[in-house]
């Protein structure tokens, strides 16, 4: 078949084509520079008239007869001026074309002289680390250009890096967590130390942003927080970090208010990470912690404290309502460790006996129960010595079958005692929280994970991270909760922390002395417990007769931890063996 020839038009119609849109642009870029004064004007008016709408639909409706009449009578007196309409509108059109200018920010110049100075040695301090010397067209070399490498950069008013994109060659390992550390460690010394960067490796992309953190607030005190039952606000994080925030007061009078992003930790029947284990420094708040956690605990359940430290840290709370005992001392630590552990055996029996009757969990098995230990290291080598049961292995129980029966278990200790706290609590405790100053390597045998941010050295109180599960690692500041009975508290913060205990249900003559201003507690104070309230309202029939003996003869006044006290009615109770749970499960369905 024969081929037609194509039209003239688009045979050789191209190089028309191009011609005529060359033209129809010149003559639109004419027209606008022509007509841009009449295009400035035209917007200015628009935009004067919305400004109109606004305010007129602003303006509440018993005051629009008002602003009708002031506009009416402007009108009138231009209208009546002499040259009053002719001014009128010479100013209309001055203020449209005012509000019409283009308002586009000018393009952001380079960096002056001294942050050009600052880019180019962090370009060459960075050059023995993205280089190679059989890279053909290195993207970093001594004395190269700087610019192809950092794609965005901000200052702070005192000439700081405080936002970089870097780009590093597709060969540097960013896959290995040392050559990252080593490039984050050299960033960080370069950018100016005491504050914290933050680093998001783009592997894909092969860069590199560092932005540095604003420190997070410090003057959060205790105070109720709005959260939902079985959820515990740990502390304070980024906002770039969780989707969630909470409505605080803060300041030194509590004075202002602010949406603050927690971190909530959720405990219960149905938490991933049902237990918590929270390490530090001596110093670096883990107790501060505890306390916070227990005036949180207290609004929905029953709290019992075991304080290895033994230096009265949690006397504010003893003998209030929920909290069921304080103890320091190893004898009664020991006694109510295993009532915890059976508590918990009871309650799983119960919900199981439940369970197979085809009825609802039974009510005393759903308040929840906190075990709060503090330094319950400090407890392993009087029991050592004192050949006592180690009060670890009393822990086994509530750690393994604490979820389900609605016990919760919180342990603080010092970083160095991590391995003297045994497996147990290492394996069952998922929620993870490291406070004061800590090296990464530290932070991450913690965690399991690395933290993002450079570590500081000098970090306030209550600093640290923390880590729910397999989740993201988070800046962590816990909120301030001082006991209230240390001379050092300042008046805001200990009323703030009275505010939020349960009112007192032990008898008189068993109270701690109240606080008086000026009034010291002594450091190893006999702790006061009111064990007898485990006795006599909690489940005591499924306690046995030796153990209550035991609790009983505790509920006085008791040694700190390395002392002890060796009593035979307690020996006896502390060394039996409590049964476990999976036997007392089964005894209970055969
Ligand atoms: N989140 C916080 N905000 C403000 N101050 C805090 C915070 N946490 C702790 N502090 C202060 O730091 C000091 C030490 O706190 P805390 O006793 O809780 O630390 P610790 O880790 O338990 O230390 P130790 O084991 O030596 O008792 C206290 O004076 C306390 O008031």
Known sequence: MARRPLPRILSNGSAQLARSRELARTAADSATDVLHPLITIT????????????????????????????????????????????LA????????????????????????????QRLKSLYEALVPYFSAAEDPEPLYAHGGDWTGTFSEYEFDGTGRITHLVIRY??????????????????????????????????????RLTVRVLAPL?????????????????????????????????????????????????????????????????????????????????????DVVIVDGGGTGEYACLTGRDGVLAVECGLTGALALLEWVAQETERRLIAANRAHRAGEPTPEDTRRPLWLLLDRPSAFARPAAADDRKDPR?????????????????????????????????????RARVVLGPATAGQVEA???????????????????????????????????????????????????????????????????????PGHVVPVNRPVFVSLDKLTTEKSLDKVPTEQAAAVAVTAGAEAPAEQGTPDGATEEAASKEPVPAEAAVAESSS
Not at 59 to 71: H, I, Q, S
Not at 249 to 265: A, I, K, S
Not at 397 to 414: E, F, K, S, Y
Not at 484 to 506: C, E, H, K, N
């Open 169 to 206: 060659p597709a060969y540097f390992t960013d896959g290995e967590p040392a050559s990252r550390a080593r490039i984050e460690h050299l960033l960080s010394a370069k950018s100016g130390r005491g504050r914290e960067y933050h680093f998001v490796w783009d592997e894909e992309g092969n």
């Open 446 to 516: 913690v965690l399991g994970a690395p933290p993002h941010t450079t570590p500081l050295d000098q970090v306030p109180p209550g600093r640290g991270y923390a880590r729910l599960g397999s989740g993201p690692v988070h800046r962590l500041q816990v909120p301030a909760t001082p006991d209230p009975y240390d001379d050092a508290t300042s008046d805001a913060d200990r009323q703030a922390v009275l505010d939020l205990l349960p009112p007192r249900t032990t008898p008189a003559d068993e109270e701690p002395e109240r606080l008086e």
């Open 393 to 429: 292995s009393l822990l086994q129980v509530p750690l393994r079958h604490g979820r389900p029966a609605n016990v919760t278990v919180v342990v603080a200790d010092q970083l160095d005692s991590l391995d003297a706290l045994g497996e147990p609590v290492r394996q069952h405790t």
């Open 43 to 86: 917007r200015g008016l628009r935009r004067l008239a919305s400004a109109g709408r606004r305010r007129w639909a602003g303006t509440p409706k018993d005051k629009r007869g008002a602003l009708l009449f002031l506009v009416a009578s402007v009108v009138l007196v231009v209208a009546l001026a002499p040259y009053g309409p002719l």
């Open 217 to 301: 607030p410090t003057d959060i005190a205790a105070q109720p927080f709005v959260t939902a039952p079985g959820e515990t606000v740990l502390g304070f994080t980024d906002p770039t970090g969780v989707q969630r925030t909470l409505p605080l007061t803060h300041g030194t009078h509590g004075e202002e208010q602010r949406d603050v992003p927690p971190v909530v930790w959720r405990t219960g029947v149905r938490s991933t990470e049902p237990h918590l284990l929270a390490v530090g420094q001596p110093g670096s708040g883990t107790s501060t912690l505890l306390r916070s956690i227990a005036l949180q605990a207290l609004h929905h359940g």
């Open 89 to 116: 509108v010479i100013t209309l059109m001055a203020a449209a074309a005012w509000q019409g200018r283009d308002r586009a920010p000018s393009a952001p110049g380079g960096p002056d002289a001294p942050q050009a």
